[in-house]
């Protein structure tokens, strides 16, 4: 097993260890994040029905019309935070339960939550 298989079964081992703990309901949704090389994505889940209530990432057609080519891959994400929490605003979500999916809480992913607070998520 070759480092980067090695680095992504240690990051699903700490997903479905955070996953068994933490649920989302339609007043509380689960904020799931995934990021890949370039691109940061993020959605609203609601894990009693299965269903996605919103959902933002750096490939949206609103996003690109923010996102400079000069930006660094953490200011995307800080991009993708704001969009999210907007379009949460507008389903009347202000509460959500944060799934970081087994990234560190370090780079894209503390710019991404940290902008999701400042425009209005609680979590």
């Known amino acids: 097993m070759n480092r980067f298989e090695l680095k992504k ?3 699903v081992r700490r997903k479905l260890s955070v996953r068994r703990s933490i649920k989302g309901t339609s007043a509380k ?4 994040i995934f990021r890949s090389l370039n691109n940061f994505f993020a959605q609203l889940i609601d ?3 299965g269903a996605t209530l919103a959902s933002a990432s750096t490939i949206d057609t609103e996003a690109k019309g923010m996102i400079k080519a000069e930006m660094s891959k953490s200011e995307k994400s800080k991009v993708v935070g704001s969009l999210i929490a907007k379009r949460a605003q507008a389903k009347d979500i ?3 339960v944060f799934d970081r999916n087994g990234y560190n809480y370090h780079g894209r992913v503390k710019a991404f939550a940290e902008s999701a607070r ?3 998520l609680q979590f």
């Open 9 to 11: 079964t240690r990051r």
């Open 94 to 96: 202000k509460q959500v």
């Open 29 to 32: 949704p689960r904020l799931s």
């Open 47 to 49: 894990d009693t029905t």
């Open 118 to 120: 400042e425009n209005g």
